[in-house]
């Protein structure tokens, strides 16, 4: 049984910082490409920060510089560090592990874990 739990949000004042992870299991972990995605309450799902398998990151513009997406094979868990949050940046924040190959796709999502930033 797969499971991605998501840990670490909560209030914030605007300026602030959270450090999001998400913990996996049931996959193996180090194959999976993970990314986080956020919605805002009437908005749709949009992708925030991306690591895969290798390493490489890919960030949303409206975060680049301020979130950091790390991953820890060892711990099956993926990390975002959040900096500098914006009353924007509220949202529910999932985390998604995806694995493409050979015509298969897998694709797993969590809960989510509500960020709340204060102005």
């Known amino acids: 049984q797969v499971q991605l739990v998501e840990s670490g949000g909560g209030l914030v004042q605007a300026g602030g910082s959270l450090r999001l992870s998400c913990a996996a299991s049931g996959i193996t972990f180090s194959i999976y490409a993970m990314t986080w995605y956020r919605q805002a309450p009437g908005k749709q799902r949009d992708l925030v920060a991306t690591i895969t398998s290798g390493g490489s990151t890919n960030y949303a513009d409206s975060v680049e510089g301020r979130f950091t997406i790390s991953r820890d094979n060892a711990k099956n868990t993926v990390y975002l560090q959040m900096n500098s949050l914006k009353p924007e940046d509220t949202a529910v924040y999932y985390c998604?592990?995806?694995?493409?190959?050979?015509?298969?796709?897998?694709?797993?999502w969590g809960k989510g874990t509500l960020v709340t930033v204060s102005s």
């Open positions: 998604n592990a995806d694995l493409r190959g050979g015509g298969t796709r897998l694709n797993y």
